[in-house]
């Protein structure tokens, strides 16, 4: 049976709008998308009522961790807890975070590559949950940052091993750790990490086995190594300095923000408990962001949306808070869809399946009460969300 949402405003995720759309969808594929008058609707199709409402794609998240918490210090109780509680919470946020309206998310680090496991289940129609890609394990030298979830390597013969293992496993993108971070405590997130050398040899190996490349990088050296081997995209890109942003820019490489992840600590770590080595840090560069966001937003990078949800007071489900950030800080409403959408698709390969809405593409739609080009923070209001589709099949709400 298809389905059809009528009189809508479509948000289509190219930086392009329609008023009084149809949208028919047929099995898992968008059939036919266009004004009311051009647009037939198949005879016996479910239809919803789109009136004072909005569709755009389902949204892409570039950077999540099902494997923490959100609790103010989720790497303490990563360590903690037994593995298999970890893995019943990755299940529980992965379906918090589809129910909120992203189809789509890659997760960039997870304790034992449970995130891998849970990804095999939520493909098999066992559990509810996003279409995800898996980093496994992230690569970091011996010490760094995310060892607690990484894969520790030393030297370029390491990292290449290293990477042949997380594919072995199934991983489908690499992540580096190129910089110290946040929750790791003795590291430093302005202080490189891996040499160029390695990292090149990390990447150039990755590439060969027809995997995209990921780099933590909050300081500018580490951030300038990562984009010199070749990475596909800067994860965080906090400390960026004006070299960064030129190799950033003639690289086209992408920048996943992840604003949510120092501005959540930094709004609510003190009162919320988290340790004070993290609590540091995220004051110490919380403005640093804000500035960068928006001194990257008017240089023209390319950006794609990434919460790195589980992090501390960062939930899972409350992904949407991303674009409201990003418009705080210097996109329009209508570049913070693109960014979630279309940019984020390309980011991940995956443009020719996903991230607008078009004829033929996968039927990942969101529905939302009202319109994010007039407020962006409807998207991550429950109420306003009033359905969720995904592959075609409605996971959130329900059609006449």
């Known amino acids: ?63 999540v961790h099902y494997c923490l918490d959100a609790g103010p210090d989720a790497i303490r109780t ?33 304790r034992e590559r449970i995130s891998i496991s849970v990804t095999r289940a939520i493909k098999a129609g066992i559990i509810p949950g996003p279409r995800t890609l898996n980093a496994g394990l992230v690569i970091c030298m011996p010490g760094g940052h995310a060892w607690f979830i990484g894969r520790q390597a030393d030297g370029p013969d390491e990292i290449v091993k290293a990477v042949h293992e ?20 003795g590291t430093s997130p302005g202080t490189a990490q891996f040499t160029l050398e390695e990292l090149r040899a990390g990447v150039e190996e990755a590439v060969r086995a027809g995997r995209r490349v990921a780099a933590h990088a909050h300081g500018a050296e580490g951030m300038k190594n990562a984009l010199r081997a070749g990475v596909h995209s800067i994860e965080h890109g906090t400390l960026l300095d004006d070299e960064a942003l030129d190799l950033l820019l003639k690289r086209r490489t992408f920048l996943v923000p992840t604003l949510s992840a120092i501005q959540c600590g930094f709004e609510h770590g003190k009162q919320g408990g988290m340790p004070d080595y993290a609590l540091e840090k995220c004051a110490g560069m919380a403005e640093a962001q804000r500035q960068n966001f928006r001194k990257a937003v008017k ?57 607008t809405v078009e004829a033929g593409k996968q039927a990942d739609l969101l529905v939302v009460k009202g319109s994010p080009l007039d407020d962006i923070a409807l998207l991550e209001e429950p109420a306003r969300l009033e359905y969720v589709i995904q592959g075609g099949k409605i996971v959130k709400g329900n059609a006449e």
Request: hydrophobic share 45%.
């Open 1 to 63: 049976m298809s389905l059809a949402i009528r009189n809508i405003l479509v948000i289509d995720g190219t930086g392009a709008k329609l008023e009084r759309a149809t949208v028919v969808v047929d099995g898992d594929r968008i059939a036919a998308v266009g004004p009311d008058s051009r647009v037939k609707v198949p005879r016996g199709s479910r239809v919803i009522a789109g009136h004072g409402r909005a569709l755009l794609p389902g949204l892409i998240d570039c950077h």
């Open 78 to 110: 990563l360590e903690q807890d037994d593995p298999t509680v970890t893995a019943v919470k990755a299940v529980v946020h992965a379906r918090a975070t589809l129910e909120a309206g992203i189809t789509t998310v890659r997760d960039v680090g997870s």
């Open 166 to 185: 997380q594919i072995r496993a199934g991983a489908d993108v690499i992540k580096f750790i190129a910089t110290g971070g946040v929750l790791t405590p």
């Open 299 to 355: 240089a023209g990078v390319r950006i794609a949306m990434g919460t790195d949800a589980g992090t501390p007071f960062n939930h899972h489900g409350r992904n949407a808070q991303e674009l409201r950030r990003m418009v705080q800080f210097g996109l329009t409403p209508m570049r913070a869809i693109e960014a979630a959408t279309r940019s984020a698709a390309t980011l991940l390969g995956l443009e020719q399946e996903i991230g």
